[in-house]
């Protein structure tokens, strides 16, 4: 560092979080220097485009569109990477370890496909690789499970992991308005990736789990081979019809640990979650997320998921504990919560559970029981079965929970059920979530 007295910061990307995390260290610049005894001075920031208009005003002069000029600035001592992506990310961040800097991200994709690289990297060249920010907004789950829970094994993780769509399911719940306006008003509130997709179908809050299942487990789970689904097939019938049963409809990530076997599962899906859960409870723009621990039981963390301040916030609380790692104050250098054994990848016949099915048939006799006899056929058995008639199309919907089952045994009944006489369209699979599955 050039200056004991301050600290620098490039920040690497200035869109929603990136001016929240400067318009943060500039309000609360004698704050930090009070708990760090060190200045903390945001200096520069990369842009995509420099005309842009921005809620947050900085002199010209300290906005680039060359990232790289800032990672190379000799004057900066620490960067906050938040420009997302992959490989330009990656890049740039290896190049700041090599050069001595420490990094701060947001960035959970590029922690998914290349984390154990990184941290590998950061501890090679002696640095600090912080990620907070990465997962759950304002919530602190992954200090949480580095430090404060370091003595328990996690046999369950699970949770809210995306406050979008969290917003979404909750407004067309309340409100009973149609997906599409939801998100409507979601774009306008800047709740929205710039890639819908990520929020949408899931595959944000899959980012979010990979890690999670990493720092309990010390398992990189392949994206590719999770499942991963999203909301856009969520209807208005779905969410009532799961009230009914007790329950919400909720885009949960799932991580359980089978310590027979120290076999792992991983999956990120719409579910009905029992209204006893707080999980279940929390609505809006909230993450939650429930660990259940060996020493501690169980323990829920709920915080603001989606906006500018809550991820800004874990940015900033990452750059302090890096200053205080760089000036001896306090450092962990703990990555990772490895439980002692290795831990395997689950096979689909091992993931067991009960699930809610909607179907659209024709409205006839017998179309109920050529149903029940197709999922039958794949060991599926029916718990509760209602229907009702769609209007003047000759068609009804039959929404069916089943007993429990596991993965393999429903893929191939839904496989079957889409080529079924009678029945239009693809089945609407949700799983129905249950945190003590062993009780059955």
Not at 138 to 165: Q, W
Not at 257 to 271: E, I, L, M
Not at 280 to 307: E, F, H, K
Not at 391 to 416: D, F, K, P, V, Y
């Amino acid at each position: 560092m050039n200056d004991t007295s301050t600290i620098k910061v490039g920040i690497l990307g200035f869109g929603t979080v990136g001016q929240g995390t400067w318009k943060h260290l500039e309000e609360n610049a004698d704050f930090w220097e009070k708990i760090l005894g060190v200045r903390l001075i945001p200096s520069r920031a990369s842009v995509r485009t420099l005309d842009k208009e921005r809620k947050v005003r900085i002199p010209s002069d300290l906005l680039t569109t060359d990232s790289q000029s800032i990672v190379d600035d000799p004057d900066i001592d620490l960067l906050c990477e938040l420009i997302g992506g992959i490989e330009e990310a990656k890049r740039l961040t290896l190049q700041a370890f090599s050069l001595g800097k420490s990094v701060v991200t947001a960035n959970k994709a590029l922690i998914c496909e290349h984390g154990e690289e990184l941290f590998q990297a950061a501890e090679a060249a002696g640095v600090h690789y912080a990620f907070e920010a990465s997962v759950a907004g304002g919530i602190p789950i992954i200090k949480v499970l580095r430090e404060s829970l370091v003595a328990n094994e996690f046999p369950l993780i699970y949770g809210i992991l995306n406050g979008t769509s969290n917003y979404i399911l909750t407004r067309m719940e309340n409100e009973g308005a149609s997906f599409d306006s939801v998100l409507d008003d979601a774009r306008e509130l800047g709740y929205v990736e710039a890639d819908e997709a990520l929020d949408l179908d899931g595959v944000d809050a899959a980012h979010k789990a990979v890690i999670l299942a990493y720092l309990a487990h010390g398992l990189w789970v392949d994206l590719k081979d999770i499942t991963v689904e999203g909301i856009s097939k969520i209807s208005n019938e779905d969410l009532n019809a799961a009230l009914k049963l007790g329950c919400k409809i909720k885009l949960i990530g799932v991580i359980r640990r089978n310590f027979d076997n120290n076999h792992v599962s991983v999956g990120v899906y719409p579910a009905l979650v029992p209204m006893a859960e707080i999980i279940a409870r929390t609505d809006g723009v909230y993450n939650g997320i429930s660990l259940t621990g060996s020493v501690v039981g169980t323990v829920v963390l709920t915080g603001r998921g989606a906006g500018q301040d809550p991820t800004a916030g874990s940015v900033i609380s990452d750059l302090v504990d890096v200053v205080k790692g760089i000036k001896g104050i306090s450092a962990s250098s703990k990555l990772v919560h490895v439980s002692p054994n290795q831990c395997l990848p689950a096979q689909a016949i091992e993931i067991e559970g009960c699930y809610y099915l909607r179907l659209s048939v024709y409205d006839k006799p017998g179309q109920l029981a050529k149903v029940a006899e197709c999922l039958a056929d794949h060991e599926v058995s029916l718990a509760t079965v209602s229907q009702s008639p769609q209007g003047e199309n000759e068609l009804a919907s039959i929404i069916l929970t089943t007993h429990q089952t596991n993965e393999h045994s429903i893929a191939r009944a839904i496989e079957s059920l889409e080529g079924l006489d009678g029945v239009r369209g693809k089945p609407v699979l949700f799983r129905m979530f249950d945190p003590n599955p062993e009780k059955e």
